[in-house]
């Protein structure tokens, strides 16, 4: 076994608002069987954990503004710079959180290609069990990552349950061959130029930013109403 290489970074997303929250602890039992798997395939890990609920208010400036708060300048770093996320919210009116899909509106398109993602949401309700796959899972469809076949949910009879822990070793080994297989870096490093990024965008490899614009060009002068 061998723990040379850089720690993997598992970076956790929890919409939850309650204290404590369901939904924060459904993303720590993922985040704890992916580190336990890692460290059992030979990787150290490093989990950074980003709450939303303390940064709602900033996720919404953000939002209006279109400028990132520091808060949420930080959050989208992290996101950038991990090798897999796990993604948790809790359901409101059968759908995922507008905390949740607030802070999804305010990522790059292109910030997480090919990132490995565990998706997982909580409810009252058994009835809200596929929010998970019929809301995360085209969401970040959309962003072009990876979520890993087997979604988690829980509702409050699911959490003395063994097929809860049954399901999140099982979703946790899917995320964590990801990683080790560096595919989703592969994926994103190979096909990178072939992607239509968004200009000056968060992407750990975006391609351009205002540094690029070249403000003595002809056409620039012109803009500027110069001859």
Do not use: C
Not at 100 to 129: C, E, M, W, Y
Request: hydrophobic letters at 50%; charged letters at 20%.
């Amino acid at each position: 076994m061998s723990f040379g290489e850089a720690p993997a970074q598992i970076t956790v997303i929890s919409a939850g608002t309650s204290e404590p929250s369901t939904t924060r602890l459904l993303a720590d039992r993922a985040a704890h069987a992916v580190v336990t798997r890692l460290r059992d395939s030979g990787r150290n890990t490093t989990v950074h954990v980003i709450e939303l609920a303390p940064i709602a208010a900033e996720v919404a400036r953000t939002l209006v503004s279109g400028l990132p708060a520091a808060a949420v300048q930080e959050a989208i770093g992290h996101l950038g710079a991990a090798d897999a996320v796990i993604a948790s919210t809790p359901v409101y009116k059968a759908g995922i959180s507008g905390l949740f899909k607030s802070f999804v509106d305010v990522l790059d398109n292109d910030l997480l290609i090919a990132k490995p993602v565990l998706l997982a949401a909580t409810a009252g309700s058994a009835r809200h069990a596929m929010v998970a796959d019929d809301h995360l899972r085209p969401l970040f469809a959309f962003l072009r990552a990876m979520p890993v076949p087997t979604a988690l949910f829980a509702a409050p009879e699911d959490w003395g349950a063994a097929d809860l822990s049954k399901r999140v070793d099982r979703a946790a080994g899917e995320l964590a061959a990801l990683v080790v297989s560096g595919v989703g870096r592969e994926i994103a490093d190979g096909g990178w130029s072939g992607y239509q990024h968004t200009f000056g965008g968060n992407a750990t490899r975006a391609q351009r930013t205002a540094a690029d614009v070249d403000l003595d060009s002809d056409l620039m002068r012109l803009a500027r109403g110069e001859s």
